[in-house]
């Protein structure tokens, strides 16, 4: 266990042993967060550019994305590494630039640039309230999501737990022995949290959700299984940063935000059923400045729909299944199907078809001792009833568990 104050000296004392240079950009990756905290406060304000990378990332995208930020020196071991035929850049912008890394779901990932003022502008700063907090930190923490839980427990002085990728049995006994009460986590690792029985024991105060869609029956979960807690998801992405919180723990937000600015930045649904958000603080970089429309609104990819008093998310723009002609979100057939007795997860993806383009393939998890003859029959039943034709799963598999991303996201099938 380290101080703030330990913290602070030894960001310091890297500081000076690394004789810092402002024209350079500098990858960090396959730290820790013990090592990356320090080297964060290090570097910031003293180079031009900070790479931040997961371990997790294919050689492959690694080098592309360190060549295409221009990356001249590697952190590593505590001191500077000189990339071979680097170049430095030629002048100190007077900030330096964090460029994150998307999660690549779906593909390649993108890099987006903040800085620091970016990165904490949603940040909680009381440090009297922030004491009484003990985060635990699921999350990589050279993510966003990672970030912002990190930035949030410095800013507000509360004592951070520390996880660093441990299997998620470990990971509860160490929530437990270092009594958080203050956990953010993807709605698919807070399923995965609730199916192990010791989460119950957690003395959460603060519930938070991102970085996926938190459906009525994960809201409802959460809810049942720690009703003293504070609920709230987050609308947020490496692109758009924090985006929106929803405090009143129903799924979505209200239709009343919309065009208002009350959500604490403007949101429109475009024509095609795309939300539209404009940021009070904007990330930048090509990949941002090429879904930003002539009025500043960035276009998020996220499908939604309004009814009533309510805008529902129905999952990413580019991840829908096209059953002859007919488009299905994945995410909006997981959350129907998660409705169902007996159902613990599911997972949504196409199959390619010769007659009809793809079908809808569904992985199923059960609870402990289910009749899976009758379950498949009961979850095909309630399917035709509750959803239209196409979207009726043409192949129900049950499987022991789904995989996460190593952004705690679900992994998703692409054909």
């Not at 949101?267 to 429309?293: F, N, Y």
């Not at 009961?378 to 009833?385: D, F, P, S």
């Amino acid at each position: 266990m380290r101080s703030y104050a330990e913290v602070l000296d030894e960001a310091q004392a890297l500081r000076r042993h690394l004789r810092l240079v402002r024209t350079q950009c500098v990858v960090l990756q396959g730290l820790s967060a013990r090592e990356l905290i320090p080297a964060l406060l290090a570097l910031d304000g003293e180079v031009e550019a900070v790479l931040l990378l997961p371990s997790s990332l294919p050689a492959a995208w690694h080098d592309a994305l360190v060549f295409q930020a221009e990356c001249s020196h590697r952190f590593v071991g505590g001191a500077l590494e000189a990339l071979p035929s680097a170049p430095m850049s030629p002048s100190f912008s007077g900030r330096t630039r964090w460029l994150l890394a998307t999660s690549g779901t779906t593909g390649k990932p993108k890099l987006i640039e903040h800085d620091l003022a970016s990165l904490v502008h949603r940040c909680q700063r009381d440090g009297v309230r922030g004491g009484e907090f003990v985060w635990g930190l699921l999350y990589d923490p050279v993510r966003f999501a990672g970030l912002q839980v990190l930035l949030q427990a410095l800013l507000a002085g509360s004592a951070l737990g520390l996880m660093d990728g441990l299997p998620i049995e470990r990971q509860v006994t160490l929530l437990l022995q270092y009594r958080v009460n203050a956990l953010s986590a993807t709605p698919s690792l807070w399923r995965r949290l609730l199916m192990d029985e010791r989460s119950a024991l957690l003395p959460l105060r603060q519930v938070t959700l991102g970085g996926e869609i938190a459906d009525a029956a994960i809201l409802q979960a959460l809810r049942n299984r720690y009703p003293q807690a504070r609920l709230i998801h987050i609308y947020a992405s490496t692109e758009a940063g924090i985006g929106f919180t929803v405090r009143d723990g129903l799924p979505g937000f209200p239709a009343r935000w919309l065009g208002t600015g009350e959500a604490g930045g403007d949101l429109r649904i475009r024509d095609d059923g795309h939300l539209l958000i404009k940021p009070k603080v904007a990330s930048g970089g090509s990949e941002v400045s090429q879904r930003v429309d002539s009025e500043g609104y960035l276009d998020t990819g996220d499908l939604v729909l309004q009814q009533g008093e309510r805008v529902l998310f129905l999952g990413r723009g580019g991840g829908v299944i096209n059953v002859g002609g007919n488009k299905v979100s994945p995410e909006h057939i997981e959350s129907f199907l998660r409705t169902v007795a007996g159902i613990m997860d599911a997972r949504v993806s196409g199959r390619r078809n010769s007659m009809m383009g793809q079908l809808v393939v569904a992985e199923l998890v059960v609870s402990p001792g289910s009749e899976l003859s009758s379950l498949r029959r009961e979850v095909l039943r309630q399917c035709r009833a509750g959803l239209e034709r196409w979207q009726v799963p043409a192949l129900l598999e049950f499987v022991e568990s789904l995989p996460e991303t190593p952004a705690g996201k679900r992994e998703r099938i692409v054909e």
